[in-house]
């Protein structure tokens, strides 16, 4: 059967514009990508292959251009498409921290932090410096160690936000396992952090974690 012979409000494309595109799973939204599947299947079920055979969606969507070309269903034109998609999401995401607006919504700065970190293979940790409006003021990547740690020295975030002239940190790093569940390790390091820069009047507001899923804020667990 194809998609255009399904009941409406289970055909992708009209469920994105009745539901929004929360609501969509992800072969669903990879379909809408597709337009078009391979023959004899149509976008929903070459969507799901590729996420079986070659997923889950953060392993496929992880792969370069090149990579992405050689997979069934998508070629080079949507593998560049698909590529350059998620490179304006990725802009629009930081486009919204750094055009000045104070940081009033504590789950956009985790979305950035995962959309900067999630990707890389080792863990890295990074800063995001706040003006005393919360403005962000630069975003920096401080740290990076093996796949399973990362050294961090509050000093040397301490300098960093003295140099920015900064009146709050946001900081995060990511779990290169997938799994977003902070350490005893990162407990302790967030505590480090927040006395560390309470010495110099720099307020500590969150400490994300990144994995597969959402991130995990720390001060959302009261651990900040």
């Known amino acids: 059967m194809h998609i255009r012979d399904w009941p409406h409000a289970e055909r992708p494309r009209e469920k994105l514009l009745a539901q929004g595109a ?9 379909a809408i990508f597709l337009g078009s599947g391979l023959r004899g299947r149509d976008a929903v079920q070459t969507a799901r292959e590729l996420l079986q055979q070659h997923g889950p969606l953060r392993a496929l969507l992880d ?56 990707h890389r293979p080792q863990e890295v940790f990074a800063a995001l410096f706040l003006d005393t409006r919360h403005r962000a003021l630069a ?3 401080l740290f990076s160690g093996t ?3 990362a050294e961090v020295h509050p000093r040397e975030v301490v300098r960093r936000a003295l140099g920015h002239n900064a009146a709050a ?20 390091i967030t505590a480090r952090l927040r006395q560390a820069l309470e010495l110099v009047e720099v307020r500590l507001l969150d400490h994300f974690v990144v994995g597969d899923g959402p991130p995990v804020s720390l001060a959302a667990r009261g651990w900040v």
């Open 63 to 118: 792969r370069d251009a090149t990579a992405l070309a050689r997979l069934p269903g998508l070629g080079p034109a949507r593998a560049c498409a698909l590529r350059a998609a998620l490179e304006l999401g990725q802009r629009h995401l930081a486009a919204a921290l750094e055009r000045g607006a104070s940081l009033t919504d504590p789950d956009s700065a985790g979305r950035y932090f995962a959309q900067r970190l999630r």
């Open 169 to 188: 940190v946001i900081v995060g790093h990511n779990h290169p396992s997938g799994n977003p569940e902070p350490s005893a390790a990162d407990r302790a």
């Open 139 to 141: 975003f920096e990547e």
């Open 147 to 149: 796949l399973d740690s």
């Open 22 to 30: 929360g609501a969509l799973s992800d072969a669903e939204l990879l």
